[in-house]
């Protein structure tokens, strides 16, 4: 594309979407971003464009249509399997520059944040990386940031015409949220951490009526540097924490028994009828738990339709992570515990006096 020019804003128009798939399987992030990318695609009055990458792939071409996409972009070809920095980045650049989208959003999963920024450079244009919150609209924006933060809105200048992209992250630790916008160059770019954004319900009509383009992109053997030789699986069960209805996490607190403490939540999680265990980030540095059990700023980000809260403090990055569940019950010593601020339900107690009770009541009913 030799006219391509990041700077000539007014070329650009839609919203594309990075639909990341393994092994024939979409990623939940892929149409949380769709969810969020059909409002933005909205509020733009432009399409939302789905980007589906792979060999074989032909089957998922639909599902993005039943998240809210007008058209799916499909580029099928046996080098895409399996993922190749540099052949994903080759190809996703190449659309780029042909279909010229002034949005495009891919999730902040480890395969994301390893495409991300290359695309960015190879398109001369800004990434926002990890973002939480995006906005179009600047009412919409304003009444997030009333919600979100203490700024005075009164304050200041507003331009409610502008339509450029208002990503928003995490700063500093978690002490500040940081609005980044990219207002020179496109498209705007964004990575997305998983879980943070509400998935639309599946539309099976939508997807059944969605627009499929394939595309043909020149991809040679010699364009990938990097060889895969082997693919080697975790065999450890991975706990899915993003995708579960009940959390009890630990924190802290469980100290003075980690056994007995871990044993309870977990019997706790059964008598939710089948939740997982999550933690603090100081029962993973305590190495309690693995890693992958960690929720909170450097953790996950989940939102559960019950969130246990054990023996955890409730710092700000542990908030982060969880505070958008939709119900919050926590159980804390401390009555001045800065958990019970996001908590629903509050018991200030001994978790191993409390908890036994609510298995008990729990059972009950
Ligand atoms: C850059 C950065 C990123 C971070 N990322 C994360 C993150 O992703 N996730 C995360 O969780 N943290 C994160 N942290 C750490 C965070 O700041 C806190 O240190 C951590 O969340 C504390 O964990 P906790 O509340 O479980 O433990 P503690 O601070 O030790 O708190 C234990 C709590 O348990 C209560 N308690 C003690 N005994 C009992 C009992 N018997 N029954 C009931 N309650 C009891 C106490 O009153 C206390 O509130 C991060 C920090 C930084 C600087």
Avoid at 242 to 257: C, N, P, Q, W
Avoid at 289 to 311: H, N, W
Wanted: aromatic share 6%; hydrophobic share 40%.
């Amino acid at each position: 594309m030799s006219n391509y020019d990041c700077r000539d804003i007014q070329a650009f128009s839609g919203v594309m979407v990075f639909c990341e798939q393994r092994e024939g399987v979409m990623n939940q992030t892929s149409f949380e971003l769709l969810s969020e990318g059909r409002k933005l695609a909205d509020d733009l009055g432009v399409d939302l464009w789905g980007l589906l990458l792979g060999s074989g792939v032909e089957e998922l071409a639909k599902q993005p249509g039943g998240y809210g996409a007008d058209k799916v972009f499909v580029v099928d070809d046996p080098l895409l399997e399996p993922y190749t920095t540099d052949a994903y980045t080759k190809v996703i650049t190449e659309v780029v520059k042909e279909k010229r989208p002034e949005i495009l959003l891919i999730g902040a999963t480890n395969l994301g944040r390893d495409l991300g920024p290359r695309i960015a450079a190879r398109l001369h244009t800004g990434l926002t990386a990890d973002a939480t919150h995006l906005d179009i609209d600047t009412k919409k924006y304003m009444d997030f940031l009333a919600e979100a933060s203490n700024l005075d809105l009164t304050k200041g200048k507003w331009n409610m015409e502008d339509k450029g992209l208002k990503m928003t992250r995490p700063a500093f630790g978690g002490h500040l949220m940081a609005t980044i916008i990219c207002p020179r160059f496109r498209p705007q770019m964004s990575t997305v951490r998983p879980g943070v954004l509400a998935c639309a319900e599946f539309d099976a009509a939508k997807a059944e009526t969605v627009t499929v383009e394939p595309l043909k992109v020149p991809l040679a053997e010699s364009d990938i540097r990097a060889k895969v030789l082997e693919v080697v699986k975790e065999t450890k069960e991975i706990v899915d924490l993003i995708g579960a209805e009940v959390i009890v996490s630990v924190g802290g607190g469980i100290s003075k028994d980690v056994e007995g403490g871990l044993k309870l939540a977990e019997e706790l999680a059964e008598a939710f009828g089948g939740g997982v265990v999550g933690a603090s980030r100081a029962v993973v540095d305590a190495g309690w738990l693995p890693s992958d059990r960690q929720v909170g700023q450097t953790g996950k980000t989940v939102r559960p339709r019950i969130y246990v809260a054990l023996g955890i403090s409730g710092a700000i990055q542990h908030k982060a992570g969880m505070q958008d569940s939709e119900y919050i019950i926590a159980v804390n010593s401390n009555p001045d515990a800065p958990i019970f601020e996001a908590a629903d339900y509050a018991i200030s107690g001994d978790l191993y006096k409390v908890v036994p009770l609510m298995i008990e009541a729990l059972k009950e009913v």
